[in-house]
Nanobody, 110 residues
Framework: VQLQASGGGLVQAGGSLRLSCAAS????????MVWYRQAPGKERESVAA???????EYRDSVKDRFTISRDSAKNMMYLQMDGLKPEDSGIYYC?????WGRGTLVTVSS
């Protein structure tokens, strides 16, 4: 059972990144899928969620800029991040049910 996030990097403000989360040994069926982030010195916070029924929810600060999606056939989930801001910087983690993946670092320069 494993999740592995990737796709982070250094980007200028206004740029875009697409994070990917590869799942192995986990079925997406019936589970909520969430992207979290944690900035230095701050608590981990949810950024975007896709619930088992298909509904999506976003943190107010990322609405209209971030899009969560999944490809169940490939056991992948994604986070498309556009219009990035310095305050979006942090380590991003994917979560499916009770399983957490290793994070990927996103740094947005001003």
């Amino acid at each position: 059972v494993q999740l592995q996030a990737s796709g982070g990097g250094l980007v200028q403000a206004g740029g875009s990144l697409r994070l990917s989360c590869a799942a192995s040994g986990i079925s997406f069926r019936g589970k909520n899928m969430v992207w979290y982030r944690q900035a230095p010195g701050k608590e981990r916070e949810s950024v975007a969620a896709m619930y088992s029924g298909g509904a999506k929810e976003y943190r107010d600060s990322v609405k209209d800029r971030f899009t969560i999606s999944r490809d169940s056939a490939k056991n992948m989930m994604y986070l498309q991040m556009d219009g990035l801001k310095p305050e979006d910087s942090g380590i991003y983690y994917c979560n499916v049910g009770s399983v957490w993946g290793r994070g990927t670092l996103v740094t947005v320069s001003s």
